[in-house]
């Protein structure tokens, strides 16, 4: 029996279909009708923003919300070219997205011929911007090039692909054999040898710190279990923003920019990093150099040698092994004799370890018994300290400037918080096997745990305090009104890099997308849109500058016809804030940095939507209350000059 004869735009549909797409965001064109033909009866909904690159940010927001791949679809020639810029984004930023789009006829001549939307070449053009450009030879050879893509999105490191299929295959009916599915493929995994020395590494590190990226996203609660364990802090880049709540003790949140936390980092005795490349785009400087180990988890090899290269490589799924690591730390503190720097015995041990037992204790709230080998550690000190310890209501209290309880909040009153590095209450007497003052000398030099995250955000915020102070109160007024789950999108904007990323608080059910590496101006608004067309009843906000908005502005009439309830908080500083600042900080008189003023909320307003401005963090929040509720995107401008 023979297969019955499909056109090319009807596979690729089926193929998409197939693959579990159920939503796609691109503009018909006169080259891809017979695509749009076929997505209704495949049950595949559209959205049409008014540009294709907004059609891509759309896609990489979606994306990176669902974990599913974008999928964006675009005509011949200038279309394609116009997204090429979040083609970009996404590989900088390992984001899933395929691309569809028509393609000269397959005997079409190298030479030039003059038909409409002629290239020399697409592939070659998208090619310097995605993992690769697929141009199909036959209808068949669609759904082996759509299993490709989607097979890299699941096994290897995502980052977005181009499926090209001439025009005259997109309207010839042929027979085809089945369909292709991506194959179900393992991830790789490290040698054993590997973990258990990483393992090691980490349980018995002194001075321990992780530093997560985007590629750790998918082990955010075994992250978070090894955080704990440690008693180790966290810092995160922009991408891996959220994935250990910032309001834990031990986060430190998107600091890696800070010089303090860079040098606290380059003297930390073992560094995991999982799913980050450690680049520039990070760290806002050269690659920090390290004095201790570095063992790095990642999908993708290439990352054990590039940047900072890795003492112990690890390569692999980030949560497989994170929690194998994991496993090894916890099969250390239960018995294992290879995890001295987790107890400190009355007869040795050193002051770093008995700080890190104390605050593991501590964050982790434990009830476990004395030490295997009989002697009365740290932890039996501190369990014998029960009382001085919890809250009146039994909730452990975290030690160290500002102590909070293991829940997050304050202890309620007669509470006694443990002293200055959570080694005692002030004024207790000493007892055997309690760390002496000689001992709690040696723990201030090393700063471990939550004593060195609270000295570290201090000195982060000291660094750029008067910088920063014009957004923060208005950042907190955006945080008083947001949800735990909300999702926040931002631009390549001041108020975005140097304002919400290391202050604007969220937690693992939040996500913060933000245009790393590549840094497209104009990917806020859209990436909302896509953020909010698959989660319709999480809360969405677009934060950008005046600048960066107005890339891609007209996509207010894409959320405008789509009724989405989308804030779209603007600080206008008149231009190009970052490029003013590095001209004038070059000593070269600022040129085409300043914009002619703009009634963004009339804008808004004329694309259906609505406007507002807010002079104070009173007014913002009212204001993003009232968006929140009404359908359309709601413009918001914060004049910045009120804002400093």
Not at 371 to 384: M, N, S, Y
Not at 533 to 559: C, K, M, W, Y
Not at 603 to 630: C, D, K, N, W
Request: with cysteine; net charge negative.
């Amino acid at each position: 029996m023979s297969a019955m004869p499909l056109t090319g735009g009807e596979m690729v549909v089926r193929a998409l279909a197939l693959h579990g797409t159920v939503r796609a965001f691109g503009i018909p064109g006169t080259h891809n009708l017979e695509i749009y033909r076929h997505l209704a009866a495949y049950g595949i909904a559209h959205v049409a923003p008014r540009h294709e690159q907004g059609a891509g940010y759309a896609a990489d927001g979606y994306a990176r919300v669902t974990g599913r791949p974008g999928v964006a679809i675009t005509t011949t020639g200038p279309a394609l070219l116009n997204i090429a810029a979040a083609v970009g984004q996404a590989y900088s930023d390992s984001v899933p997205l395929l691309v569809v789009s028509p393609g000269m006829p397959l005997r079409h001549p190298r030479q030039a011929t003059g038909l409409l939307h002629e290239m020399r070449s697409q592939t070659e053009s998208l090619r310097g911007v995605a993992a690769f450009s697929h141009r199909v030879s036959s209808v068949d050879e669609i759904g082996a090039a759509v299993a490709r893509a989607f097979t890299l999105f699941t096994t290897e490191r995502p980052r977005p692909v181009h499926i090209e299929i001439p025009l005259d295959l997109l309207e010839s009916a042929e027979s085809a054999a089945p369909l292709r599915l991506s194959p179900p493929v393992q991830p790789a995994a490290p040698r054993a040898e590997q973990l258990a020395r990483a393992g090691e590494a980490l349980r018995t590190a002194s001075r321990p710190a992780l530093v997560l990226g985007g590629g750790a996203r998918g082990a955010a609660s075994e992250l978070c279990s090894l955080v704990e364990e440690l008693a180790a802090p966290v810092v995160t880049t922009a991408n891996g923003k959220g994935i250990v709540d910032e309001s834990h003790p031990l986060s430190l949140g998107v600091s890696l920019h800070s010089p303090a936390v860079q040098k606290w980092l380059a003297n930390c005795d073992v560094v995991l990093a999982v799913g980050t490349e450690l680049a520039e785009s990070d760290l806002w400087s050269e690659p920090v150099p390290l004095g201790g180990t570095l063992v790095r988890v990642d999908l993708d090899p290439a990352q054990m040698y590039a940047g900072i290269p890795a003492h112990i490589p690890l390569v692999g799924d980030a949560r497989e092994v994170v929690s194998a690591l994991l496993g090894a730390c916890r099969e250390g503190r239960s018995g294992s004799p290879a995890a001295p720097s987790l107890r400190l015995a009355t007869g040795g041990g050193t002051a770093a370890g008995a700080h890190r037992a104390v605050e593991l204790r501590l964050v982790r709230g434990d009830e476990s018994g004395p030490d295997t080998d009989g002697t009365e550690g740290a932890e039996a000190v501190e369990d014998r300290r029960g009382a001085g310890l919890r809250a009146a209501d039994g909730r452990r209290v975290v030690a160290g400037p500002g102590a909070v309880t293991t829940d997050g909040s304050a202890p309620e009153a007669g509470a006694e918080v443990v002293a200055e590095h959570g080694l005692g209450t002030a004024g207790a007497d000493h007892e055997p096997g309690d760390v002496t003052a000689g001992q709690r000398m040696g723990v201030a030099e090393h700063r471990t745990g939550v004593a060195a995250v609270a000295e570290l955000r201090a000195a982060r915020d000291g660094e750029t305090r008067e910088r920063d102070a014009r957004w923060l109160p208005y950042l907190h007024a955006i945080r008083s009104v947001l949800d735990s789950d909300a999702v926040i999108t931002s631009d390549s904007a001041q108020c975005c890099y140097y304002g919400a990323l290391p202050h604007l608080p969220i937690g693992p059910d939040a996500r913060y997308l933000h245009p790393t590496g590549f840094g497209t101006l104009g990917y806020a608004l859209p990436a909302a849109i896509g953020a909010k067309s698959a989660h319709p009843d999480r809360q969405v906000l677009a934060l950008s500058g005046d600048g960066g908005l107005q890339f891609s502005i007209q996509e207010l009439a894409t959320a405008a016809q789509l009724r989405l309830p989308l804030p779209v908080v603007v600080f206008d500083n008149g231009g190009y804030g970052e490029i003013r600042d590095e001209m004038a900080a070059r000593g070269d008189t600022p040129a085409a940095v300043d914009l002619a003023p703009v009634d963004l909320p009339g804008i808004a307003r004329a694309y259906g939507g609505h406007g507002a401005s807010a002079t104070t963090p009173e007014a913002l929040a009212a204001a993003l209350t009232r968006a929140f509720a009404t359908p359309g995107p709601t413009v918001i401008t914060v004049p910045e000059e009120t804002s400093r």
